[in-house]
């Protein structure tokens, strides 16, 4: 289990085929001010890719671009409304087909209000993830070992994940539901983008 650490673009051939778990870290919460300092991959072979974008960066990274866009590649996420903002406004990218197992969650662990990775991943899986660099700066010259073991650990679990909540969503008879909310998701970011951030444009009021 190594955490590979990349400057700007992923290397090519570094991922087995198949699913890809994708987080992103950034400046902040609102997406065209904050800007995307790294994203995390994880093939769920054991290994994490971290490639992080400078100041200033074009964002190119010619090889991390053809694995977002790939349409034959399942993107797993968790809470992807975000994630797929940010790649679409700093890549230009729409990284689907999308899996977001906070979606997943809530439409079967109707028993709680507790849908954040960290609770998912200890009731789930039994494992226990710090959350402890969440909120810190991922815009500097040099990331620390505890941010770079942070950021891999947000996709670690993602594969893991989607397994236990597939038997569930089968289980309740909600998979059909739970795909229609993953097709619509980069929608969602995309009416995030334009100006719709907070309204349901569902709601009578
Ligand atoms: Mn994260």
Redesign the pocket.
């Known amino acids: 289990m190594t955490v590979h650490f990349h400057e700007e673009d992923l290397p090519a051939g570094v991922l087995a085929p198949g699913p890809i778990a994708i987080?992103?870290?950034t400046m902040g919460l609102i997406t065209p001010r904050d800007r995307l300092c790294?994203v995390?991959i994880s093939d769920g072979k054991g290994d994490e890719h971290l490639v992080r974008f400078k100041p200033g960066s074009d964002y190119a990274a010619p090889n991390l671009r053809a694995v977002l866009a790939d349409p034959d590649r399942l993107k797993l996420y968790?809470f992807g409304r975000f994630d797929l903002a940010a790649i679409k406004h700093y890549m230009g990218i729409v990284a689907a087909p999308v899996y977001c197992t906070k979606i997943a969650s809530r439409l079967i662990r109707t028993y709680t209000d507790r849908h954040g990775?960290k609770e998912l991943v200890r009731e789930l899986l039994g494992q226990d993830i710090s959350k402890q660099q969440?909120s810190s700066d991922w815009g500097g010259p040099v990331l620390s070992d505890a941010q770079k073991d942070?950021?891999a650990s947000?996709?670690r679990y993602l594969h893991a994940l989607k397994a236990e909540l597939d038997k569930r969503l089968i289980r309740e008879g909600r998979m059909e539901l739970a795909q229609a909310c993953f097709d619509f998701l980069p929608h969602r970011a995309e009416l995030d983008l334009a100006g719709w951030p907070e309204i349901d444009i569902f709601s009578h009021m």
Do not use: G
């Open positions: 987080d992103t870290e790294v995390q968790h990775l969440q942070y950021a947000d996709v």
